[in-house]
T-cell receptor, first 114, second 117 residues
Framework: KQEVTQIPAALSVPEGENLVLNCSFT??????LQWFRQDPGKGLTSLLL???SQREQTSGRLNASLDKSSGRSTLYIAASQPGDSATYLC?????????????WGLGTSLAVNP | ETGVTQTPRHLVMGMTNKKSLKCEQH?????MYWYKQSAKKPLELMFV???????ENNSVPSRFSPECPNSSHLFLHLHTLQPEDSALYLC????????????????FGPGTRLLVL
């Protein structure tokens, strides 16, 4: 059974710092991995999607890596800003029988202080 | 805006009430999803519809009843709920590819915050 763990659960940093959020999964047979952002009381916004054949994806100040063999992904945020404050969720695309589904972590709550 | 809208945004209901949540996507996608998000728990997938056909029901209690009249609209009908059903209910949509092809991301609505008294 696929399980997704995100560390740390919460993180508070001063503005301008570079930071890394971690996601680990127990079954390496995945078809993709995604990072989402959730602002308080709102839905989720997709940040980056890494297909199983890829090693990383970049968008602006965000870079996500994927190492299937070790069951790990990292989300790197460069030069953090107060607007980056949100909960970041990792979701792993897993094959469950004949169906494909996303298995979610609990998220990392990030606070970037001015 | 993600192109997925949900109404109402907030709902308070008693355990004997009947209510419905509505989701609409304007992205031309062929798959829609209902998720439940509770505090301290990962997102729980409740129902999946591909091409209006329900393809997944993750052991959801019968007091939750989904309906997908067309590929743009998805409803979640609620009746005789319990206080533990209080949560944020999220709708999402995606464009599903043929098996084995790269998968697209899911686009989420803002959610309905449900409180059952």
């Amino acid at each position: 059974k696929q399980e997704v763990t995100q560390i740390p659960a919460a993180l508070s940093v001063p503005e301008g710092e570079n930071l890394v959020l971690n996601c680990s999964f127990t079954d390496s047979a995945i078809y993709n991995l995604q990072w989402f952002r959730q602002d308080p009381g709102k839905g989720l916004t997709s940040l980056l999607l890494i297909q199983s054949s890829q090693r990383e994806q970049t968008s602006g100040r965000l870079n996500a890596s994927l190492d299937k063999s070790s069951g790990r992904s990292t989300l790197y945020i460069a030069a953090s800003q107060p607007g980056d404050s949100a909960t970041y969720l990792c979701a792993v695309g897993s094959n469950a029988g004949n169906n494909r589904k996303l298995i979610w972590g609990l998220g990392t709550s990030l606070a970037v202080n001015p | 805006e993600t192109g997925v809208t949900q109404t109402p945004r907030h709902l308070v209901m008693g355990m004997t009430n009947k209510k419905s949540l509505k989701c609409e996507q304007h992205l031309g996608h062929n798959a829609m999803y209902w998720y439940k998000q509770s505090a301290k728990k990962p997102l729980e997938l409740m129902f999946v519809y591909n091409f209006k056909e329900q393809t997944e029901n993750n052991s959801v209690p019968s007091r939750f009843s989904p309906e997908c009249p067309n590929s743009s609209h998805l409803f979640l009908h609620l009746h005789t709920l319990q206080p533990e059903d209080s949560a944020l209910y999220l709708c999402a949509s995606s464009q599903e590819m043929a098996s084995g092809a790269d998968q697209e991301t899911q686009y989420f609505g803002p959610g309905t915050r449900l409180l059952v008294l």
